[in-house]
């Protein structure tokens, strides 16, 4: 039923808004941009938080004695709202005043300066003095962890992370602790997140509006290994990584950008440039050929076969089921994740090839993810402490390099990856969105199992923005089912059900974060603009579709990996180099 | 027991339970100021002593214990029984006892006067004089509590059985048309009936907010879902507010049966109590009265054979003061944090677990029977013209009689603090009156003709709130006064929003820097704008109400705020950094006593000659004054 339409008046304008809407969205509708902080609301995602806690965006609404928190108060029909008055506008500002007086003063070392909501809020109000300050701060802990730097005392209480962390992806490893003035966000028992369920995921720092939740930074150290001459140091680019890091240098969302990325990690001086892209198709190879080795033999009557698959590339999600699903540890493939395999390969085919001994190389990600980092560290994905990928940086860590460097990002020339490991074809670029890895399964899975090509690669039904998506392919009259989740909240629905015995697929894809890698924890700031997730996504579809190759079984030098080093997927060495086992972590 | 299956089965059982009940009845109007004893030809005597937390507190149950074994020790068990009642009222003077048919109240019993009270009164028929009441006024002893002042002017409908039955014997409560109106609701009226009836009562919402209760019922009931809840909000958490508790351990029958009225009326099978888990008594006799409720068949599936099921269980708070809001009170019941939502959303539409909910306080549901076994035009005959009924209020600070006292609304507050309570202790003057607890607002001599309703008090910046009434005289700061309520509000907020979390803990700050003498006038600017925003942006009632004590007592004491910023100077002395401790070297003769006492080392002067006070090392503790002989030491 369509919902009524009701009619009000916000500062003098009359708007017509369907019954349900609140003050805030009329007011965005008619273009009255009123101030908030608390609030998000990603829509078409299920990025939500509405706490109506922080009383920033405060409006005054006729008949009613105080004022009303424009974010979760909904319209009525004649309901008259004032959004500017002199009541207004000084309640705002003495309630942001009273945000900064229990805020430290750091801004000018606190690494959100410039794309602090807070920062910005004291700025519009013309807040020049601080007339609270001087108080007492509340008690609130720092903690660093592989992925994830927590600065408390800068925390303003807005609850997204502990909206994210609980409602979006059921991690429930931060939440309020304690009362009144003395209120922090912190996992059960103030423990240190180390220690909790947080999955490194990172929606709680793609969320927090201030520096209270910010990635690891290893800036500083890349600069170091980039100025060591007797290293060499190579990088691998995830596929979410170019599809978004123009806009931190003004380009609009969906800008392809690259060749530019290429060339300014060439000028920030790193030997080889290559792309996880490569990886993912390998990737492809190794997963593909364990789906199918399952399938096969479920078809050919085995019992003992465990159905679905699950795709194993998103560092969170592993994290994600060995904290909360211990007991379902063999059904996850146990392919590494791109990153991952790209290390591996590239510290022994690569480096041997090159000759460049271990210990000389170095191998840096730049990731649009926080548990990257995490996984990174990882003890499994070390050889003799030397790990396969030393460490992983953001997009947003690398966009803050260029800039340090003086690189003019958006006047570099397009320039190419390098090969072998820079070479891909478009299954490995649409692994950044969400369903892209399964859409790559698909056209590689297809015609290893029928033996005949694919005509149509463009699987649209496991394309989108729907938390959980199915669809079913016909491979050669066996109805193959796959699911895909993004969004931890999702994919524990599906796995409450395979753990219930109510199954209905064949292989499923998960990604921890809403969206897939390009609305990753280490991304660009959307600022609650659901927009730009949607047009990063589009632009790697954009990008597959330009690309001549693009089934991950025909990138040619994967088949030269495979003819030269690990002989045919799941052999032995590929077990040994790209595969990996799951742990226990429950609490 | 076998559960009343119809509405006339309570009939005869009230009549049953009427004669234990009828002595006692019988002495409220016919004493005529004999005393009665055994020897004296008093065939059956009843010794009821008070049994709430307050008389406990004080040993009543001792005293119990000891009358018993003097009745078991003279054989005399079958002439007298002792009934361990709930509250009184008059805890100033606790533990009670009060002695059945002459209606003797005797007042401050210990344990150790049980003997002298059995031998005398119960044996002889002669009253124990120096137990009685002294009337203040009169220098009189008063043997009847109907003709003590505190009573006189009470007018008891929610206390109604507080110290009269049995708290844990549902056949007294039975014999007061207990759970008659439960059966006339069931039997005779539709629950739109009932809810018509609350509506014309004018019942309003004693735990503060004020709000219609028939309104509120009515919402409940029209709310769509096949499954509601009905919550009694027992987390009575205003300091020295103890209506609630004091009617669910001396009345908790009337709360149940209330409850199941209101489960009737909206359509709910299942109600919660929200208690605090601090009130140990009150959870046992409520669990009692559940329990004795369930056996009579006043709960549970079809009650007295009218197809309408319904039972209550009882969940228990960690005491957060923000738990006794009904967004936050559903949000601990649901196991989640304790703090408030934006309403609407209200209960009534979505409350526990998303379920239409009817909140109601206690003292509201103790109003309900009364309301329909006597009639809603007789409740709504009481009162003013907004506010219909009585209210409780606990009474205390400084008062004659502290206590928990029920009056009709429009009562002024002159005649609640010096009839009922007697005036102010020590005969000092009145300076001010807080109602609402700490979200009201002090009140002054101007005040005391108002009377008192819901209205009247936020038109004076104060509010009823659940009904704490504390009196103080011109010894009390109310700088201070102020401060102690916000440090009640800052220790009790939930923390949720910036205004109540941050703001006031810099009023606080601020009030601080003011009683600590480092105020200044820029610094009640700040209180009064930042109070107001307070006001006007926080989240919940706590938060929208936690700055009136600041803002009533700087508009109507600003004078004292100026003092202690312009002056440095609390004329009430209780601000310690604002006295200065001098000597008098006129009277001092040099005894150096105090200085060898000053743990500050404050004091110099040689022996014999007058000593004086260095006022940066003095720490105002008053050890000099104390210990000087000569009166040689002033405080200003």
Known sequence: MEPRQITLQIDHHFVTVPEGTTILDAAQKIGIDIPTLCHIDLKGTCIRNTPASCRICVVEVEGRKNLAPACATKCSDGMVVRTSTLRVMNARKVVAELILSDHPNECLTCPKAGSCDLQSLALRFNIREMPFNGGELSPRKREYTASIVRNMDKCIFCRR?????????????????????????????????????????????????????????????????????????????????????????????????????????????????????FAADLTIMEEGAEMLD??????????????????SCCPAWVNFFEHQFPDMLDIPSTARSPQQMFGSIAKTWWAEKTGIPREKLVVVSIMPCLAKKYECDRDEFKTGGNPDVDYSITTRELARLIKRANISFTLLPDMEFDMPLGASTGAGVIFGATGGVMEAALRTVYELYTGKPLGNVNFQAVRGMAGVRRASVDLDGFELKVGIAHGLGNARHLLEDIRHGRNEYHAIEIMACPGGCIGGGGQPLHHGHSEVLYARANALYKEDAGKTLRKSHENPYIKMLYQEFLGKPMSEKAEQLLHTHYFNKSC | MKALTRPEDLNSLRRDAAASLSLREKSETQTNGQSCGLETGTGHIQVLVCGGTGCKASSSQ????????????????????????????????????????DNTFYTQVTPEDVPEIF?????????????????????????????????????????????????????????????????????KMSPEDVIGQIKLSGLRGRGGGGFPTGKKWELARKSPGDVKYVVCNADEGDPGAFMDRSIMEGDPNSIVEAMAICGYAIGASHGLVYIRAEYPLAIHRLKTAIAQAREYGFLGKNILGSGFSFDIEIRYGAGAFVCGEETALIHSMEGCRGEPTMKPPFPAEAGYLGKPTNVNNVETFANI????????????????????????????????????????????????????????????????????????????????????????????????????????????????????YLEFTVEESCGKCTPCRIGNKRLLETLDKITSGKGTEEDLKTLSTLGKVIKDTALCGLGQTSPNPVLSTLRHFHEEYEEHVRDHKCRARQCKALLTYSIDSKLCIGCHLCARNCPAEAIIGDVRKPHIINPAKCIRCGMCLARCKFKAISVN
């Open chain 1, 161 to 277: 992370c502990e909206s994210v962390c609980n409602e979006v992806q059921t991690v429930g490893a931060l939440g309020a602790i304690r009362r009144g003035f003395n209120t922090t966000i912190a996992p059960a028992f103030d423990k240190m997140m180390s220690e909790s369920e947080c999955t490194y995921c990172g929606q709680c720092v793609a969320v927090c509006p201030v520096g209270a939740l910010t990635e690891r930074d290893h800036t500083n150290r890349l600069v170091e290994d980039l100025a060591d001459p007797e290293k060499t140091v190579i990088v691998q680019t995830a596929p979410a990584v170019r599809a978004a890091i123009g806009e931190e240098f003004g380009l609009p969302a969906g800008t392809l950008a690259t060749g530019k990325m290429v060339a300014a990690l060439r000028e920030l001086g790193f030997d080889y440039v290559f792309d996880t892209d």
């Open chain 1, 294 to 311: 399952r399938l096969t033999r479920y078809l050919g009557g085995d019992k003992e076969v465990r159905l679905p698959i699950l795709t």
């Open chain 2, 62 to 101: 001792l005293i119990s214990e000891k009358f018993h074994e003097l009745l078991a020790e003279k054989k005399l068990d079958a002439h007298v029984d002792i009934v361990t009642t709930g509250c009184f009222g008059f805890c100033e003077k606790g533990p009670v006892v009060k002695i059945i048919p």
């Open chain 2, 119 to 187: 031998a005398r009164h119960i044996i002889k028929g002669e009253r124990v004089e120096r137990l009685l009441y002294t009337d203040p006024k009169t220098g009189l002893h008063v043997s009847d509590s109907k003709h003590i002042d505190f009573y006189r002017k009470q007018m008891r409908i929610a206390l109604r059985n507080c110290g009269f039955i049995d708290p844990e014997n549902i056949e007294e409560y039975i014999a007061r048309d207990g759970y008659a109106a439960l059966a006339e609701c069931l039997s």
């Open chain 2, 369 to 484: 029977p009364a309301i329909l076994t006597r009639g809603a035009e007789w409740f709504a005959s009481i009162g003013t013209e907004k506010s219909k009924g009585t209210k409780v209020f606990a009474l205390a600070g400084k008062i004659n009689n502290v206590g928990l006292i029920e009056v009709p609304m429009g009562t002024t507050l002159r005649e609640v603090i010096y009839d009922i309570g007697g005036g102010i202790k020590d005969g000092r003057k009145f300076k001010a009156v807080q109602t609402g607890g700490p979200s009201g607002g002090c009140l002054t001599e101007k005040h005391l003709d108002i009377p008192i309703d819901f209205d009247n008090l936020l038109a004076e910046g104060s509010m009823m709130g659940s009904g704490g009434m504390i009196v103080m005289d011109e010894d009390d700061c109310m700088v201070s006064v102020a401060r102690f």
